[in-house]
C-alpha cells in the first residue's frame, strides 16, 4: 500500500477527521450531560408512583425504583408472587423506559411463625421474630401503641415474613398487653396460635389480672406454657375466718393449686354455708415451709373454732376466737404446739362458751356401746363408763364424747338411770337434750318392753321431761300426738341439714338426722311429714375437685373413719326390726370424684324440689309410708337449709 504524500489532498483530509473527534466527544458528553437527567426525571416520576402503590391496607411500599437514563432498576421483596407479577406489570407499561432490570425477591416464608414482645427496660418494649409482610413496620407499631402509658415506647425489630396466623394483629396486642403485667425481662410470644409468657408479675393484682386474661386468648390461638413466677411478698400472711355467716379466706396462697386445696378444705369444713375466697397469689412463705401441711393443721385448728380465726404472719400461727367447748380449747393449744416444720406458734387465745342444745346420747347396738355427744368433765364420763361396766356381757364401749360447759342439773343422774333402762334392752338408745330424757328402742319380749315403759317414769330427774318409745322387737312402739309434736320440733331445730353448693346429693352427716325422722315417723303413725328444699346463698360455687395423691395412710383413716360411722348407725336401723341394708338407703356406695362445673349465672330454681325430692327418697326407703311423706309445695323462699313440717 503506498501511503499519501505529505501535502497531498488524501493527508489534509485524515487530519481533519482526527482534529474533529475531541469536539465530537465533546459535543456527545454535553448532549448527554443535558438529557440524562432530564429523561431520569421524567422516568422517576411514574416509576415512584408504581412503587408507592405497592404498599396497601397500611403498609409500608415494599419496591424500590431507580432510574438510570432510560434504564429502571427495581428491587425489593415482594409479600408474594402475585404483588411481584403486578409491579412488574405497571413498571413495563410506563412510557419512555428502555429496559427493566429486575432484582425483585420474595419475603420468605417461616414455619413456625414466631414472634415476640420483650419487655426490655421499664420505658421500652422490643418487637423481635417475623412481623406479616403484608403488614408494614410503622402501621403494626402504631396498631400495638394504642392505648400504652406515655413514655413507654415500643421498638420494632421484627422481620417481615410470609405464614403468619390468622388474626396475628390481634393476638399481638394481647400479648403486648400481658407483658404489661410483669416486671422488665419478661417476654409474651406466639409460634404459629400458641401464645405463652415467661417472667414475674409486677404485683399480686397483676398476676390476678394476667392469670384472668390468660383463661381468654383470641379467637383461633391457644395459650401454652406460661412460666409466670408470682410477686414477692413480705410479709406473707394468710387468714381463715370462722362465724354465723361462713368461712372467709384472706392474704395469699403460694400456688393456684395451693388455693384450690385451701378453698377444697375451707368448703368441707362449712357444710354448706357460704366460703369467701378473698385471697391473692404470691411468694414469700417462708423457705422450708410445707404449704399443704399447713393447710391442714390450719384447718385442724380451725374446725374447733366456733367464731374466730387462724392466721399467718409471716412464719407465725395465731389462733384466736371462740372454741366450740371446752375441750376444743385444749387441744387448739396441743396443734399449735406441733406446727410443721418452719412454723412457729403465736398467739393462741381461745375461750369457750356454753354449749346449747347440750345433747348426750347412749346408744346399745349389737356388740357395743357407744357415747357421742358433750360431758361437762372427766368426772362425768367416768361415771358413764362405771354405769356401763355392770352391763357389760363382751361389749366394747366406743366413747366420741367431748368436754363442754352448758350441762344441765342432774345430767349425770339422768344418763346413769337411763343407762339402767337400756340394759334391760335389746336395742336402743338414751338421750339427752337439755332438760329432755328420751329412751328408745325394742327389748327382746314383750313383758320387759312394758316393763322399762312403766318404770321409766321414775328416772327423770327433777324438773326433767321424760319420753319414751320402748316396744318389743318386732312391734312398732306409739307416741301419743303431744309427744310427736313436742319430739319432732326439737328435732327440726337441731343440726341443719344443708346440701352442698349445686348439688341435691345427700352427704354422710344427713344419715343421722334422717334416720331419727324415719324412727319418729314409725312411731308417729297419724303423723305426716313434709320436706322442703333450699337455695344456695348468693356468690356460692359448686367446689372444684383437686387432683390429689392420697397416701396410704390417709386411706386407711378414712376406711376406718366410715365403718366406725356405719357402727354407730347400726342400733338406729334394726330398732325398726327390719334387717339393715348393706348400706344406707339412697346413699351410693362411691362416686368418682365430680368433674369441676362452673358456677351458673343465675340461680337454679328448681334445686329445691330436687333436695327435697332427694332426701323424700330416702325416708321411703328407710320405710316411712309414701301417704305420710311428700315434698313440700314449691314457694319463693330465701331458706338456707333443708326444712321439715309435721302434719296431723
Known amino acids: 500500500m503506498v501511503s499519501p504524500r505529505r501535502g497531498s489532498p488524501l493527508a489534509i483530509r485524515s487530519i481533519g477527521w482526527l482534529s474533529g473527534l475531541p469536539l465530537l466527544a465533546g459535543a456527545w458528553v454535553a448532549a448527554t450531560a443535558y438529557a440524562e437527567p432530564r429523561l431520569e426525571a421524567a422516568l422517576e416520576a411514574p416509576a415512584e408512583a408504581v412503587a408507592a402503590a405497592t404498599g396497601r391496607d397500611g403498609a409500608e411500599p415494599w419496591l424500590r425504583v431507580e432510574a438510570r437514563g432510560r434504564d429502571l432498576v427495581a ?44 419487655f426490655r427496660a421499664p420505658d421500652r418494649i422490643d418487637l423481635l421474630g417475623y412481623r406479616p409482610a403484608e403488614t408494614g413496620r410503622a402501621a403494626l407499631t402504631e396498631s400495638l401503641g394504642a392505648g400504652l402509658p406515655a413514655g413507654l415506647v415500643l421498638r420494632d425489630a421484627a422481620r417481615a415474613a410470609r405464614g403468619a396466623p390468622e388474626n396475628f394483629s390481634e393476638a399481638a396486642r394481647f400479648l403486648v398487653a400481658q407483658v404489661r403485667h410483669l416486671k422488665p425481662g419478661a417476654t409474651a410470644a406466639l409460634s404459629d396460635r400458641v401464645l405463652s409468657v415467661h417472667g414475674e408479675a409486677a404485683s399480686v393484682e397483676a398476676y390476678a389480672a394476667l392469670r384472668a386474661d390468660l383463661a381468654h386468648p383470641p379467637a383461633g390461638f391457644a395459650v401454652g406454657e406460661v412460666g409466670v413466677e408470682p410477686a414477692l411478698v413480705s410479709p406473707f400472711v394468710w387468714s381463715a ?14 400456688s393456684e393449686a ?17 366460703v369467701t375466697d378473698a385471697m391473692g397469689i404470691a411468694r414469700g412463705l417462708p423457705a422450708g415451709v410445707d404449704a399443704r401441711a399447713l393447710v391442714d393443721r390450719a384447718f385442724a385448728i380451725l374446725a374447733l373454732v366456733r367464731d374466730g380465726s387462724v392466721a399467718l404472719d409471716g412464719a407465725t400461727l395465731s389462733v384466736r376466737g371462740s372454741a366450740i367447748d371446752v375441750q376444743a380449747v385444749r387441744e387448739a393449744e ?8 418452719g412454723v412457729s406458734r403465736g398467739t393462741v387465745a381461745l375461750t369457750a362458751s356454753p354449749v346449747s342444745p347440750y345433747l348426750v346420747t347412749v346408744r346399745r347396738g349389737p356388740d357395743a356401746f357407744t357415747l357421742t355427744g358433750h360431758l361437762p368433765d372427766a368426772e362425768a364420763r367416768a361415771a358413764l363408763r362405771a354405769a356401763l361396766r355392770p352391763h357389760l356381757y363382751g361389749e366394747r364401749v366406743i366413747d366420741r364424747t367431748r368436754i363442754a360447759e352448758g350441762a344441765p342439773p342432774g345430767l349425770v343422774e339422768g344418763l346413769t338411770a337411763g343407762i339402767g333402762a337400756l340394759a334391760q334392752l335389746a336395742e336402743g338408745e338414751v338421750s339427752v337434750r337439755d332438760r329432755n330424757l328420751r329412751i328408745a328402742g325394742e327389748g327382746l319380749y314383750p313383758e320387759s ?56 346429693d345427700l352427704k354422710p352427716a344427713f344419715y343421722p338426722v334422717l334416720d331419727e325422722v324415719a324412727g319418729l315417723a314409725r312411731t308417729c303413725p297419724q303423723a305426716r311429714i313434709e320436706v322442703a328444699g333450699h337455695d344456695d346463698p348468693p356468690g356460692s360455687a359448686p367446689p372444684a375437685p383437686i387432683a390429689k395423691e392420697t397416701s396410704a395412710k390417709e386411706t386407711s383413716s378414712k376406711e376406718a373413719a366410715a365403718k366406725e360411722t356405719i357402727s354407730k348407725e347400726v342400733p338406729a336401723k334394726e330398732a325398726s326390726g327390719r334387717s339393715k341394708p348393706p ?29 327435697a325430692a332427694a332426701i323424700v327418697d330416702y325416708l321411703l326407703k328407710a320405710g316411712i309410708p309414701a301417704d305420710r311423706i311428700a315434698a313440700a309445695p314449691a314457694e319463693a323462699s330465701d331458706r338456707r337449709a333443708v326444712a321439715f313440717a309435721l302434719r296431723s
Do not use: H, N
Open 241 to 254: 375466718s370462722r362465724g354465723p355467716a361462713g368461712i372467709r379466706l384472706d392474704g395469699y396462697a403460694t
Open 258 to 274: 395451693d388455693r384450690s386445696a385451701i378453698l377444697a378444705a375451707a368448703r368441707l369444713l362449712a357444710e354448706g354455708v357460704p
Open 334 to 341: 396441743a396443734a399449735a404446739a406441733g406446727l410443721p416444720a
Open 583 to 611: 348400706a344406707k338407703p339412697g346413699k351410693p356406695a362411691e362416686k368418682p370424684a365430680p368433674k369441676p362445673a362452673e358456677a351458673s349465672a343465675m340461680p337454679d330454681p328448681g334445686l329445691p324440689q330436687r333436695r
Open 449 to 504: 318392753a312394758r316393763r322399762v315403759a312403766a318404770e321409766a317414769g321414775r328416772l327423770a330427774p327433777a324438773g326433767w321431761r321424760l319420753d319414751v318409745a320402748v316396744g318389743a322387737r318386732g312391734a312398732t312402739p306409739s307416741r301419743d300426738p303431744a309427744a310427736c309434736r313436742e319430739t319432732f320440733a326439737g328435732l327440726a331445730s337441731g343440726q341443719a341439714l344443708r346440701f352442698d353448693p349445686g348439688s341435691a
Open 75 to 118: 428491587s425489593g421483596e415482594a409479600p408474594g408472587e402475585g404483588a411481584r407479577s403486578e409491579a412488574r406489570a405497571a413498571l413495563a407499561a410506563l412510557p419512555g423506559r428502555r429496559r427493566i432490570l429486575d432484582r425483585t425477591g420474595l419475603v420468605a416464608e417461616v414455619s413456625p411463625f414466631t414472634w415476640a414482645a420483650a
